[in-house]
C-alpha cells in the first residue's frame, strides 16, 4: 500500500512558477512509477507529467513540455512538479499518482494509488 500527500499548490499570476510535492509512504516508492494529472471543473482528469522509477524516463504533455518539469529523489520518497510560465488555463486539481510498473503510462487507468489532489489556481 502507498500513501500519496500533495503539497505546494496554490493561486499564483499568469507566467509565475510553483513546485508541487508529492511525499509518498512506503518503503517500495522507488519501484513505482510516477505520474501527475490534472483536473479542470467539467474536464475529465489529464496526464500532465510522468517520470520511471530510476528516472531516466520522464514524459510530458504537448501542454506542457518546455514549462513543467517532473523529478524525484527516491531517497526521500518525493516526486516534485516545477511549473514555470504558468498559464490560466492551468489551473486545475493537480494529483500525483504511483503505478506499479517501471515505465510511463499516460493512461490514468494504469496508476494503481492517488493523492487526495491540490488546488493549483493561475490569474490572468
Known amino acids: 500500500q502507498v500513501q500519496l500527500v500533495e503539497s505546494g499548490g496554490g493561486l499564483v499570476q499568469a507566467g509565475g512558477s510553483l513546485r508541487l510535492s508529492c511525499a509518498a509512504s512506503g518503503r517500495t516508492f522507488s519501484s513505482y512509477a510516477m505520474g501527475w494529472f490534472r483536473q479542470a471543473p467539467g474536464k475529465e482528469r489529464e496526464f500532465v507529467a510522468g517520470?520511471?522509477?530510476?528516472?531516466?524516463?520522464?514524459y510530458y504533455a504537448d501542454s506542457v513540455k518546455g514549462r513543467f518539469t517532473i523529478s524525484r529523489d527516491n531517497a526521500k520518497n518525493t516526486v516534485y512538479l516545477q511549473m514555470n510560465s504558468l498559464k490560466p488555463e492551468d489551473t486545475a486539481v493537480y494529483y500525483c499518482a504511483a503505478g506499479i510498473h517501471p515505465v510511463v503510462y499516460t493512461n490514468p487507468h494504469m496508476y494503481n494509488y492517488w493523492g487526495q489532489g491540490t488546488q493549483v489556481t493561475v490569474s490572468s
Open positions: 517520470i520511471s522509477w530510476s528516472s531516466d524516463i520522464t
